[in-house]
C-alpha cells in the first residue's frame, strides 16, 4: 500500500492502493470515472488512453505508482463546461462514432496528436492514431474528425455517396 | 455422405444464428460455498429503492411501443439492441417521421425486459425490415388518434387540419393540439390499451421527411463526453468486482481447488459450484491476485483436443453424428458433369475468427428479495432473461434483464455468460457484483465464427456456359450458399461438423465463407473459359438487382480500362454477391509483397443495394465498417490453436485492422425507393475478401484458396 498524489481532471486527489494496480483500474474503480475504457490491458488497443503531464498513455499498462505526482486528464476532464473541447466537437459533428467505445481514447489520442503536430498530413494523421483499434472500423470518419478538428474540413458532406 | 435428394429441405440462414442453452448448472447449494470475513462488506446495506415495476405493459398494445410525455417528448420502446450499428437512430427517425415531429422530440428506450416489447434477437439484419416497421405502424397510429381527437373536440372533418412538428391547427380557425395535449387525455388512454394496438397508415416514401436523409447517431455527445454508460460502466452501490478461474484448456475439468487459500483475504467472497469456481473483492485487482491464488491449488483433468493445423481434414472427417447434409438439387449433377465439355474442381478453406468486439463481455448483477437484476452486452435480452431464470430457478418475471448501449457485438454477443458469472457471484456475495471478461478471456471463451471447408466442382458447356455447379460446405454454415449463377444442373451441400472450437453467428454468418468460395471459383472458370470475369457473372446472373450493383461497381471502377493497365505488383479484382435481400459488388486493387507474398488493399470501390434506404449516414458508416472488419479476415485473422490451447489470443498476435489497413474506398448507393429497405449492417462485408484474392491472382499469377489470404509458401 501507498499513498498517491496526483490531479486529476484540474483536482487534487490521493489514493492508498497497491502501487502495481493499473491506473485505469483506479481511475475506474476509486474514482468511478468509467470514460477510461479497458480494451485489451496489453497497450494495444489505447481505449484506455489518458493524458499523463499532456502526453497520451494507456492507463491499462501504466502502474498507478507511475502516476504519482503528475496530472491526469481524462476524457470527462477534457471539456469545459458544457462547451465541448474541439475534438469532441469534431467527432460528433463527422458522426465519427458507432458504438462510441473507442471514442474516449481515440479523442485523447487526436488531442495529443493535435497538440504536438496541429497540421497533421493525413499520414501523420494515420500514424499518431495507428496505435487506437476501432472494432466497429470506423477508421475513415476518425480520420476525418481529425482533420476537421486542425481545421481541414470544412461542413459535413451531406448525400448518400462515399468520398 | 448422402446423396439423395431431398428438394423440400431449403437451408435457411436463420436457423444458423447462435441459440444455445447457457453452459452454467448450478447447485445453488449454500454448503459448497464459501464466504469469508472482511465480512462487513458481505452484509447486504442497499438502500432500499422503490422496486422497479416488473413485466412490460400489456404486450400488442400502443402503450407498450410509445409513451407520449406531457413535456412534449415521445418515448418509444424497442426489444433490439444498439451495439453500434444503429437502431437507436434508425427507430426515432422512423417514429418521427410517422408522427410529424422533429427527431431531437423522440426518445428510444431499448432492451429493458420489465420495460419494452419482446422484438426478438438482435441479429439477422431483422431491425429494419420487422421492428421498424412495427414502430411507423404504431407511431402513425398515434398520429391519426391525435388528428381524429382534434376533430372530434373541435367538431371539425379530418381533411380541414393539419398537422405539423407535432401540433395538429385548424385551416382558418384558432385551437390547436399537440401530442402533449393528448397525454393523459382519456381518448389516448382508450386507445393506448386496447388490443391489438390500432395500426396507422404508413408515410409512402416520396413523402418521407425525417426517413430517407442523413442523420448521425442522435447521441453522439454522450460518447464524446465519455458519460454514455456500458454494460462494463455500471456501477451500483457496494458493487464488488467479479473473476472466475477459467481451465488451463478447452476441454480440461476442474478436479480439485482449495478455496481455504483466500480466506484471509479482505472483502473476498469465493464460490465454488460445480465447475464454477469464481470470487467476487472490493477491486478488480484484488479479484484477480485471489483467483491467480486459486489457480495455484487448482488440479485439472485434460483430454486430447485437435489443433488447427489439419483443422480442415478434421472438420470433414468429423460430420455431426446422426447428422443429415442439407441438399438442395436441381437437375442431375451426374449427368450435368458426364456431358460437360470442361470440369474444374477447387477447395477453399475459411478460418475460425474471433468477433473481438471493443468492449469484451460484461455484466453487473444484483439481488433484491429474490429478484434478479442484470446489467450486460448481449444481443438478446428476452432469451437471456429466460435462462437465467431457469438457471437460479426463478419465475421469468423475477428477473430483469437491462442492455445499455453496448460496445460493440458483431454477432458475437448472442449469448451472455458474463451475467450467469455476475449473478452467481452476487448472489454469493449479497451485494451486487460486475464481472468484466478480459480480452484473453474473450478470445478464448467467447464463441468464434466457424471455420469452413468448401469443395466445388462445375463444368461448363462446349459454349462455356456453366452446365453443373456442385457445391459442398463443410462447418461453417448455410447462408447465402445458393449460387446466384444460372446453372441448368446445380447441387448445394452444407455438412455440419463436430467443431474443436466453439462457434456461432458472426455477422453475415456463413455467407463470407460462401461467397468467397463461389466468387473466386468463378474466376477461376472464367479463366478457363478464356472469358474476362466481368463478362463471364454477366452472362450468368439473371437477377437484374445483382446485376445493378455489378454494373454499377465496375463502371464507378472503371474496371474495363483499369483492369488492362496493369502495374507492376499490383492487380485488380471483382465479387459480388447477395444475401438477406442486399446486393453487393467490389472492384479492389490490391498489392502482393514479393517477399511474403502478403496482399495489401490499396483501393476499394462497392456497389451496394438495400432497397430504400433509410438513413444514408448510418448506412455509410456500415458499409465502410464492414469493408474494413472484412478486411481483417481477409489479411491476417485466424484463430490458431493447439491440444486446447490458443497460441494467438491477443492483439498483439491476432492482429486485426488498424489505420494503416484503411484502403481508398469509393461507396456507390443504388437508393431503390420502389422497394422495401432490408437491414444493412452484415451483407456488405462479403465481397472483399474473394475480389481481392481474384486481385491477387491478377497481380502474382496465383490462386489463393483460403482466408486469410496467403499466397502458398508464406506464413502469417
Ligand atoms: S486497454 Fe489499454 S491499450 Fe488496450
Ligand atoms: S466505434 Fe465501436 S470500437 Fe470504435
Redesign the pocket.
Known amino acids: 500500500m501507498a499513498t498517491l498524489r496526483f490531479t486529476v481532471n484540474g483536482k487534487a486527489r490521493s489514493v492508498d492502493t497497491p502501487g502495481d494496480r493499473p491506473l485505469?483500474d483506479v481511475l475506474r474503480e476509486d474514482f468511478k470515472l468509467t470514460g477510461v475504457?479497458?480494451?485489451?490491458?496489453?497497450?494495444?488497443?489505447?481505449?484506455?488512453t489518458v493524458l499523463i503531464n499532456g502526453r497520451a498513455a494507456?492507463?491499462?499498462?501504466t502502474p498507478v505508482r507511475a502516476a504519482g505526482g503528475k496530472s491526469i486528464t481524462t476524457i470527462e476532464g477534457l471539456s469545459n463546461g458544457e462547451a465541448l473541447h474541439p475534438v469532441q466537437q469534431a467527432f460528433a459533428d463527422e458522426g465519427a462514432l458507432q458504438c462510441g467505445y473507442c471514442t474516449p481514447g481515440m479523442i485523447l489520442t487526436a488531442t495529443a496528436l493535435l497538440e504536438r503536430t496541429p497540421h497533421p498530413t493525413p499520414e501523420q494523421i494515420v500514424e499518431g492514431m495507428n496505435g487506437n483499434l476501432c472494432r466497429c472500423c470506423g477508421y475513415p470518419r476518425i480520420i476525418a474528425a481529425v482533420q476537421r478538428a486542425a481545421g481541414h474540413r470544412p461542413a459535413l458532406r451531406e448525400g448518400t455517396n462515399g468520398e | 455422405m448422402n446423396d439423395q435428394p431431398f428438394l423440400s429441405e431449403p437451408v435457411e440462414p436463420e436457423r444458423h444464428e447462435l441459440r444455445e442453452e447457457p453452459g452454467y448448472v448450478f447447485q445453488l447449494d449454500r454448503r459448497s460455498f464459501l464466504q469469508f470475513a472482511g465480512a462487513g462488506l458481505l452484509i447486504s446495506v442497499l438502500a432500499p429503492e422503490a422496486s422497479a415495476q416488473r413485466g412490460a405493459a400489456g404486450t400488442g398494445t400502443l402503450e407498450s411501443r410509445l409513451h407520449l410525455g406531457e413535456d412534449g417528448f415521445i418515448t418509444v420502446l424497442a426489444g433490439k439492441v444498439e451495439e453500434g450499428q444503429g437502431p437507436r437512430t434508425e427507430i426515432a427517425m422512423a417514429a418521427a417521421e410517422e408522427l410529424r415531429v422533429p427527431v431531437e422530440r423522440i426518445r428510444v428506450l431499448l432492451a429493458d425486459t420489465d420495460l419494452v416489447p419482446n422484438d426478438g434477437i438482435t441479429a439477422g439484419s431483422r431491425t429494419t425490415p420487422a421492428t421498424i416497421p412495427a414502430v411507423r405502424k404504431a407511431a402513425a397510429a398515434a398520429r391519426e388518434l391525435l388528428i381524429q381527437t382534434a376533430a372530434r373536440r373541435w367538431n371539425a372533418a379530418p381533411e380541414m387540419l393539419e398537422l405539423r412538428a407535432g401540433v395538429v391547427t385548424r385551416k382558418g380557425a384558432s385551437g390547436a393540439l399537440s401530442y402533449a395535449g393528448l397525454a393523459g387525455s382519456e381518448e389516448l388512454a382508450k386507445a393506448f390499451q386496447s388490443a391489438p394496438a390500432p395500426e396507422g397508415k404508413l408515410t409512402p416514401l416520396k413523402d418521407w421527411q425525417t426517413l430517407g436523409r442523413p442523420r448521425l447517431r442522435i447521441d453522439a455527445r454522450e460518447f464524446v463526453t465519455g458519460s454514455h454508460v456500458f454494460p462494463s460502466d455500471i456501477q451500483r452501490p457496494g458493487m464488488l468486482y467479479g473473476c472466475v478461474l477459467r481451465p488451463p484448456a478447452l476441454g480440461a475439468t476442474l478436479e480439485y481447488v482449495d478455496l481455504v487459500k483466500i480466506q484471509s483475504l479482505p472483502g473476498v467472497a469465493g464460490v465454488h459450484d460445480g465447475y464454477f469456481v469464481g470470487c467476487a473483492a472490493p477491486t478488480s485487482w484484488a479479484a484477480r491476485q485471489a483467483i491467480k491464488t486459486l489457480a495455484g491449488t487448482a488440479q485439472w483433468k485434460t483430454t486430447d483436443q485437435p489443433s488447427s493445423t489439419g483443422l480442415f481434414e478434421y472438420l470433414k472427417q468429423h460430420p455431426v453424428s446422426g447428422g443429415q447434409p442439407r441438399v438442395q438439387i436441381k437437375g442431375s449433377v451426374e449427368e450435368g458433369l458426364k456431358s460437360a465439355s470442361r470440369r474444374l474442381k477447387a477447395a477453399y478453406q475459411a478460418a475460425y475468427i474471433q468477433h473481438a468486439p471493443m468492449e469484451p463481455r460484461a455484466a453487473v448483477a444484483e439481488w433484491r428479495d429474490g429478484q434478479l437484476s442484470v446489467w450486460t452486452g448481449t444481443s438478446n435480452p428476452f432469451a437471456v432473461r429466460d435462462q437465467l431464470a431457469k438457471v437460479f430457478q426463478l419465475p421469468p418475471h423475477s428477473v430483469r434483464v437491462i442492455v445499455p448501449d453496448m460496445g460493440g457485438g458483431f454477432g458475437g454477443k448472442h449469448t451472455a455468460e458474463a451475467a450467469f458469472e455476475a449473478a452467481r457471484l452476487a448472489r454469493e456475495a449479497g451485494k451486487p457484483v460486475s464481472v468484466r471478461w478480459t480480452r484473453a478471456e474473450e478470445f478464448m471463451w467467447a464463441y468464434s465464427r466457424p471455420a469452413g471447408l468448401i469443395e466445388i466442382e462445375a463444368g461448363l458447356d462446349d459454349k462455356d456456359q456453366l452446365l453443373v455447379w456442385d457445391f459442398a460446405n463443410y462447418n461453417s454454415g448455410a447462408a447465402a450458399i445458393v449460387s446466384p449463377y444460372r446453372s441448368p444442373h446445380a447441387r448445394t451441400r452444407y455438412v455440419e461438423c463436430d467443431s474443436p472450437l466453439r462457434q456461432g453467428s458472426y455477422r453475415a454468418l456463413a455467407s463470407t465463407a460462401n461467397n468467397f468460395a463461389r466468387e473466386c471459383f468463378m474466376d477461376e472458370l472464367a479463366a478457363a473459359a478464356g472469358a474476362e470475369p466481368l463478362e463471364f457473372r454477366l452472362a450468368h446472373i439473371d437477377n437484374t438487382r445483382l446485376r445493378d450493383v455489378l454494373v454499377a461497381a465496375t463502371d464507378r471502377f472503371g474496371w474495363r480500362e483499369r483492369r488492362g493497365k496493369k502495374k507492376p505488383g499490383t492487380g485488380a479484382g471483382l465479387a459480388c454477391g447477395t444475401e438477406k435481400g442486399s446486393y453487393v459488388a467490389a472492384c479492389v486493387e490490391v498489392s502482393v509483397d514479393p517477399a511474403t507474398g502478403a496482399p495489401r488493399l490499396l483501393e476499394i470501390c462497392q456497389a451496394y443495394e438495400c432497397g430504400a434506404i433509410l438513413n444514408p449516414a448510418g448506412l455509410k458508416q456500415q458499409v465502410e465498417g464492414a469493408i474494413i472488419q472484412g478486411l481483417g479476415a481477409a489479411l491476417r485473422e485466424e484463430l490458431q490453436f493447439e491440444n486446447g490451447k490458443l497460441l494467438n489470443g491477443s492483439?498483439a498476435r491476432y492482429r486485426v485492422p488498424r489505420f494503416k489497413d484503411v484502403p481508398k474506398i469509393t461507396l456507390e448507393f443504388l437508393d431503390r425507393k420502389d422497394l422495401e429497405p432490408v437491414g444493412a449492417g452484415e451483407t456488405p462485408i462479403i465481397a472483399v475478401a474473394p475480389a481481392m484474392a481474384n486481385a491477387m491472382f491478377a497481380a502474382a499469377g496465383e490462386r489463393v484458396r483460403s482466408m486469410p489470404l496467403r499466397a502458398k509458401g508464406t506464413k502469417s
Open positions: 485505469l475504457k479497458y480494451g485489451c490491458g496489453e497497450g494495444q488497443c489505447r481505449a484506455c494507456p492507463s491499462c499498462i | 492483439f
